[in-house]
């Protein structure tokens, strides 16, 4: 019997014969657990996923926007909080893996590639490891390192406007291939929209058509 990744009790397998259930290593996550995300559903912006009864919303409204669009999976509610700071702040790896499931079915929609949003250097140092590519790499997807990031001042210590005014911060570690069609970015939290926005920029002057992203939550 597996144990549940986040609460660590045995996850209790309802006897269904349907899709190998007794071999099914995906289930990582109890039912309980998994009610403690919220689905972002109902009348979303087109351009970035936030709750909003205009098409789009007023904050992708006369913005300069590099970024095609954003989907996110989960409203970053205290559940949702309460797991970042277990997987990024204290470092619990393993539970990088529970969206593997629906990233999987995401990604496999389009044949764009995987980019991860990088953290600098001496972040890395600092917590470990990158929680876009341990992600990533927890659920077995396939990615493409093609943005690195200089080191600045913490994204959580600056106010909303200084994130929205932040200076480019990343820059491509190669050439973008010509068979690159369209790329996808990939962060963990959707906030004010300017990590991704900045990343696509980057992509974009290099040439790139099409870029849009994928957060897990928002
Ligand atoms: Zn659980
Ligand atoms: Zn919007």
Redesign the pocket.
Known sequence: MNN??????P?KQTASWESGWLFSKEIL??A???MGFEKLAGSLCTICSRESSDKVCKDCQGRELFLDSNKSLYRYNDFAKEYMKRFKFQGDYIIGAIFQKELKKYFAKNKATIVPIPVSEARKLERGFNQTTAILEQSDIQYEGLLAKKHSEKQSKKTRQERLEAAQVFYLTKEIGSDEKEIILFDDIYTTGSTLNLAAQVLKEAGMKKVSSLTIFR
């Open positions: 549940c990744l986040l609460c660590l009790l996850i996550c109890c309980h657990c998994i």
